[in-house]
């Protein structure tokens, strides 16, 4: 399995590419800004995306989305319940200061247990409300890919709109029953496994 990370945006979101050695196919999971470094890096390993997945729909994880679609096709994966803040996004990054291009429609609307497969890899969708309202975690292959709803060490915050710190504690919880090997790769920040964040994450305590 290819994994790559890039570092993307002014508030540093990881976008990740994840690809299937046999195949190439790939998805792109949150690509948040800087599209020219992640189309680079698609076309440098040779590889077909297939799927453009929003783990929600804050503009820092999908600013260059329109980008993306424009010169893959893929098709846009986002959960339905993170529709407002999708279709709202320039109102969204007004509010932080920043310009957004309008977003494409997204293709493909998903819940809880839905599978996403590109090549011989498989994963499920784990629907994980509480930073946002339609939060997903991408499970599957030995890794977990959190965008905000758990980072190493903290969770994303719930003060911003459809934020709810009772839905995030559940989502927490229901995260740290994964086995403790699975690799966690967070939306913001460094990587960690479940047994870490299960024995060091602050989260733990007030859960
Ligand atoms: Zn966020
Ligand atoms: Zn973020």
């Known amino acids: ?3 790559e990370k890039l570092i993307v945006g ?4 990881n976008c990740f590419i994840i690809g299937d050695e046999d195949t190439k196919e790939a998805l792109v999971v949150d690509p948040g800004d800087e599209p ?31 980008d993306l679609k424009e010169q893959t096709n893929a098709k846009i994966v986002i959960h339905r319940e993170d529709l407002d803040l999708y279709s709202n996004i320039e109102k969204q990054a007004l509010l932080w200061g920043y310009e957004i291009d309008p ?13 996403i497969e590109i090549g011989n890899l498989r994963f499920e969708i784990l629907h994980t409300p509480g930073h946002s309202p339609g939060g997903i975690c991408l499970y599957g ?22 934020g709810d710190i009772q839905k995030l504690k559940n989502s927490f919880k229901r995260l740290m029953s ?4 699975i690799k966690v790769l967070p939306g913001h920040g460094p990587e960690s496994t479940i047994g870490h964040e299960r ?9």
């Open 1 to 3: 399995m290819i994994i």
């Open 10 to 13: 002014t508030l540093e979101s």
């Open 36 to 66: 020219d470094r992640i189309l680079d890096l698609i076309k440098e390993s040779n590889l077909k995306v297939k799927f453009i997945v929003c783990t929600h729909a804050h503009f820092d994880h999908v600013g260059a989305v329109p």
């Open 103 to 115: 977003l494409p429609e997204p293709d493909i609307l998903v819940s809880e247990g839905n599978k």
């Open 141 to 162: 292959e030995g890794i977990l890919i959190t965008g905000d709803t758990l980072f190493a060490g903290s969770v994303g915050r719930t003060d911003l709109y459809g």
């Open 178 to 181: 994964l086995p403790e090997e």
């Open 199 to 207: 024995a060091y994450n602050f989260f733990s305590y007030e859960v």
